[in-house]
């Protein structure tokens, strides 16, 4: 089968220089959906498929680069959609059926796209839905028997048809030589002077050859994007298909309408998720696992029986079973932290390794370090990784304690059972099972006397 996707347009009412299919929907280019539509959709191990560019097409390819099964051929100047698919005909097997779709129409489903592939098996099917305003959308004319006799755009319709609720969404199954034959007659005599992939619907009529309107199980799977504000009303309906997912595997959303999953999210049994959460990349949730409000968690893992406190940021970590987290903790990428960690708030967390059981509660940085089992590292405690050129690393041996207001030098490494001394600034080895304090001697000034400020 053939497959063509049109991802030419300039999207001006975007108002952005990012060209328009490239635009995300739950973290994806919407061409991105489209593509993974198309291919859960294909039938037979030789499926093509072809994407028609134009406006930012340079970076349309780049952006799909690592895809070695898409073809791309570019429409320059854009002259309407047939003009868009008679471009795409050369690269196409004129003995399969060919389906039409759109990079900017991006919650299709495959289910959807199945449906219509079986309904062309012996003629052309068109999907379409009914909207209560239809404003904006070609609408489906039919005969008195019900059967497809055109598709009219709007801004060419008369009044009576402008009243019909049955719209068009563009998306169709043709046989690839009758398209191929009806694409060459196309005229561009209507109000935009361009070339409509609709009035291949007249051209197969005028042969009497079988029509079949599909009608989308889901109006919203026709929703396409010509504005932002379109685009933030299917990134909603994009979310509220994934919560509804979620909620199927039994995982409790506080509220289903204030999640935002944008990329891969993966859940065991029993999580819940608090209000205002954003999943990002991929996220694995383990059984039990709870997330507070309002928490971003890029590409971690999260271990079973771990709850997440509010506020948090996670990027690039990998958690342990019944840890606890936050609230108002960063953890920046490769972190990775074994069961029973307790990380507390302000405290960031960055390119290192905790023990089981070890334990940051507040207002500290542990940066490049290696922290074994049951170490307490106290509050206002900071590893000082950086010299201003170049990242160090410190060890921390099991069962480590480190006094509130610490400082620990880099490159270091404190042995395993050591204490360090409240307010302390250490920079060379501290010994296991000992106490260190490095700190100046107190002194108090006597006849000392604060200074007073001049009257003016």
């Not at 759109?102 to 012996?122: F, H, Q, S």
């Not at 008369?158 to 719209?167: H, I, P």
């Not at 207002?363 to 089992?373: F, P, S, T």
Request: aromatic share 4%; hydrophobic share 45%; glycine share 10%.
């Amino acid at each position: 089968m053939n497959i063509v996707i049109l991802a030419a347009g300039q999207g001006k009412r975007m108002r952005s220089s990012l060209p328009k299919v490239l635009h995300p929907v739950a973290g994806r280019p919407m061409l991105a959906h489209v593509i993974a539509a198309a291919r859960a959709a294909a039938t037979g191990p030789r499926a093509r498929i072809v994407v028609v560019v134009g406006h930012g097409a340079t970076e349309v390819q780049q952006a799909f680069a690592a895809d070695p099964d898409l073809r791309f051929v570019r429409q320059e100047p854009q002259l309407g959609t047939g003009h868009a698919v008679l471009q795409a005909v050369p690269q196409l097997d004129e003995s399969a059926t060919t389906l039409v779709l759109y990079g900017d129409v991006p919650l299709i489903m495959p289910a959807t796209l199945r449906r219509l592939l079986t309904e062309a098996a012996d003629g052309v099917a068109l999907l379409t839905v009914r909207l209560p305003d239809p404003a904006g959308y070609g609408r489906i004319v039919r005969d008195w028997h019900g059967n497809v006799l055109k598709i009219v755009e709007e801004r060419d319709a008369s009044d009576e048809e402008r009243a019909l609720v049955e719209v068009n969404t563009g998306i169709l199954a043709a046989p690839t030589a009758k398209l191929k034959a009806w694409l060459a007659t196309l005229a561009n005599d209507n109000a935009q002077g361009e070339y409509y992939l609709t009035d291949v619907i007249a051209r197969a009529v005028g042969e009497r050859m079988r029509v079949v309107a599909v009608d989308s199980p889901d109006a919203d799977e026709a929703l396409g994007v010509n504005s932002k504000e379109q685009l933030a009303v299917v990134e909603r309906s994009a979310q509220r298909r994934t919560a509804q997912a979620l909620m199927e595997q039994g995982v409790t959303l506080a509220d289903p309408a204030r999640i935002d999953v944008r990329g891969e999210l993966e859940v065991g049994a029993e999580v819940s998720i608090d209000v205002g959460c954003v999943f990002e990349g991929r996220v694995v949730l383990g059984d039990g696992a709870r997330i507070g409000p309002n928490n971003v968690l890029r590409n971690c893992e999260i271990g079973a029986g771990t709850e997440v406190f509010g506020f948090c940021y996670l990027e690039g970590a990998a958690i342990g079973a019944h840890a606890r987290i936050g609230p108002f903790a960063r953890m920046r990428p490769q972190v990775v932290l074994a069961g029973e960690v307790h990380i507390g708030n302000f405290v960031e967390v960055k390119n290192s390794t905790m023990g089981r059981a070890s334990k940051a509660n507040h207002l500290a940085y542990v940066g490049d370090a290696a922290v074994g089992e049951r170490v307490n590292i106290g509050a206002g405690t900071i590893i000082a990784n950086y010299d201003g050129a170049n990242k160090h690393t410190t060890t921390i041996g099991d069962d480590v304690h480190t006094g509130s207001n610490s400082v620990l030098v880099a490159p270091l490494k404190i042995g395993a059972g050591a204490t360090i001394g409240a307010g302390s600034t250490i920079s060379k080895e501290a010994p296991a099972g000992r106490l260190t304090v490095a700190r100046a001697k107190q002194v108090t000034v006597d006849h000392w006397q604060r200074p007073v400020k001049k009257k003016k």
